[in-house]
């Protein structure tokens, strides 16, 4: 059974960076990908950057990749989100979620994914 942890959230001022951290541990194999979604208040789900987990292929939403990259530790099973120049709209819960059926490019789809994290809050000041 896959279970993911999500950390590294907190406050920061518009223009700071953050990187947070999904821990996946269990039985995951290189037929997993592993995306990060967000949500904010009475907004839906928005993908935010996946990948497979052999690494060897990375996507992030278009919007998002002048400033978001997605990166993996493979030393501790660590799937790293690093968000720079952050603005008050990147304000939400982010959650790392894992496909157990991955198609070769990680879906942009919350439906895809059967196993989902607590989430972590970033909250960004003006």
């Known amino acids: 059974q896959v279970h993911l942890e999500e950390s590294g959230g907190g406050l920061v001022q518009a223009g700071g960076s953050l990187r947070l951290s999904c821990l996946v541990s269990g039985g995951i194999t290189n037929n997993y990908n592993i995306g990060w979604f967000r949500q904010a208040p009475g907004k839906e789900r928005e993908f935010v950057a996946g990948?497979?987990?052999?690494?060897?292929?990375?996507t992030v939403s278009d919007s998002l990749k002048d400033r978001f990259t997605i990166s993996k530790d493979n030393a501790k099973n660590i799937v790293l989100l690093q968000m720079n120049s952050l603005k008050p709209t990147d304000t939400a819960l982010y959650y790392c979620a894992a496909d157990a059926l991955g198609p070769v490019i990680p879906s942009r789809m919350a439906s895809q994914y059967n196993t989902w994290g607590q989430g972590t809050q970033v909250t960004v000041s003006s």
């Open positions: 990948m497979s987990w052999d690494s060897a292929v990375t």
